[in-house]
């Protein structure tokens, strides 16, 4: 098959790799800094200069992008623009965590020139991009996410079909609203611990083994023992998701007061310069001491 991945940021680049690994796939790769491509081709793929030269004559057209207006861009641009040089029948599959509403924008502009889409983001960092172990949540056409399926279960070990075009998008949003109110509270958890006569390694060991602790809550309570966060989910990236997911919520008339709450915390954290750290990294607006571990 022969596959366009646009956007090879960590997450597209590794994408990209494992496709171009099976042996089973033409790849043509553009990223925004030409240089990213470099490392791919070397492993076989083939540049492109703008999104619409990657996109001429290819069967899938994937793209792992930051936000809406990249993905306005990267799609919808009218010179250089993905969609615009896109035949009838191939597919658009939109990987990045983009607003409900730019996924039905870009479904209905797919529409009109009779290429098939389907909303695909994931869920999982590095780690299961490298493993080929990434969650996907679709929304789109169920046979147009049947026959991209064989497709993402070589870059995934589960494919959730959601339902229609945007579904995909509100669900990636919700999974990650949950991720951030734990993480959000565990660090609000160890600031209220710093003062007392607990120790806050010996608070999150026996938090860990309790049946009250996710999973999830009780990987970030660890890594917020580190004198480091390195960026795995970042926090500039944690606060643009919680905007989007506060805004979809709105636009519906729904309340959602710990999304808003856990927004206006990440958004305090990279107005404090973290947005660079991982999502973890939250813990040192509540516990000033935390790079020192």
Same mark, same amino acid.
């Given at each position: /098959?022969?596959?366009?991945?646009?956007?090879? !940021?960590?997450?597209?680049?590794?994408?990209?790799?494992?496709?171009?690994?099976?042996?089973?796939?033409?790849?043509?790769?553009?990223?925004?800094?030409?240089?990213?491509?470099?490392?791919?081709?070397?492993?076989?793929?083939?540049?492109?200069?703008? @999104?619409?030269?990657?996109?001429?004559?290819?069967?899938?057209?994937?793209?792992?992008?930051?936000?809406?207006?990249?993905?306005?861009?990267?799609?919808?641009?009218?010179?250089?623009?993905?969609?615009?040089?896109?035949?009838?029948?191939?597919?658009?599959?939109?990987?990045?965590?983009?607003?409900?509403?730019?996924?039905?924008?870009?479904?209905?502009?797919?529409?009109?020139?009779?290429?098939?889409?389907?909303?695909?983001?994931?869920? !999982?960092?590095? @780690?299961?991009?490298?493993?080929?172990?990434?969650?996907?949540?679709?929304?789109?056409?169920?046979?147009?996410?049947?026959?991209?399926?064989?497709?993402?279960?070589?870059?995934?070990?589960?494919?959730?079909?959601?339902?229609?075009?945007?579904?995909?998008?509100? /669900?990636?949003?919700?999974?990650?609203?949950?991720?951030?109110?734990?993480?959000?509270?565990?660090?609000?958890?160890?600031?209220?611990?710093?003062?007392?006569?607990?120790?806050?390694?010996?608070?999150?060991?026996?938090?860990?083994?309790?049946?009250?602790?996710? @999973?999830?809550?009780?990987?970030?309570?660890?890594? /917020?023992?580190?004198?480091?966060?390195?960026?795995?989910?970042?926090?500039?990236?944690?606060?643009?998701?919680?905007?989007?997911?506060?805004?979809?919520?709105?636009?519906?008339?729904?309340?959602?007061?710990?999304?808003?709450?856990?927004?206006?915390?990440?958004?305090?954290?990279?107005?404090?310069?973290?947005?660079?750290?991982?999502?973890?990294?939250?813990?040192?607006?509540?516990?000033?001491?935390?790079?020192?571990?």
């Amino acid at each position: /098959m022969k596959i366009a991945v646009l956007g090879l !940021g960590a997450m597209g680049s590794r994408m990209a790799r494992r496709l171009l690994a099976t042996g089973e796939h033409e790849i043509t790769a553009w990223n925004r800094a030409a240089d990213a491509t470099r490392p791919l081709v070397e492993a076989g793929a083939t540049a492109a200069p703008t @999104p619409a030269a990657a996109a001429e004559q290819c069967d899938l057209v994937l793209a792992m992008l930051r936000d809406d207006d990249a993905g306005r861009s990267v799609w919808l641009d009218p010179d250089t623009g993905a969609l615009t040089t896109m035949a009838a029948g191939a597919a658009a599959v939109d990987c990045s965590t983009v607003t409900p509403a730019f996924s039905a924008e870009l479904a209905a502009r797919c529409t009109h020139r009779g290429v098939d889409f389907l909303d695909a983001p994931v869920l !999982g960092s590095r @780690p299961q991009a490298d493993a080929g172990a990434l969650i996907f949540l679709v929304g789109g056409q169920p046979a147009v996410a049947r026959r991209v399926e064989p497709v993402l279960r070589q870059l995934g070990g589960a494919v959730h079909h959601m339902g229609q075009a945007g579904t995909g998008a509100r /669900m990636k949003l919700l999974a990650n609203s949950l991720f951030a109110v734990q993480v959000a509270a565990v660090a609000e958890l160890l600031g209220a611990v710093d003062g007392t006569d607990l120790d806050a390694s010996r608070v999150v060991e026996v938090l860990t083994a309790t049946p009250v602790a996710s @999973p999830a809550a009780a990987t970030a309570a660890t890594a /917020m023992l580190g004198p480091t966060f390195p960026a795995a989910f970042p926090v500039e990236l944690v606060a643009k998701d919680l905007r989007y997911a506060v805004a979809d919520a709105a636009a519906r008339d729904r309340p959602v007061p710990l999304t808003g709450t856990a927004a206006a915390t990440f958004q305090q954290a990279l107005d404090r310069g973290y947005g660079g750290d991982n999502i973890t990294g939250v813990v040192q607006l509540f516990w000033p001491d935390a790079r020192a571990g």
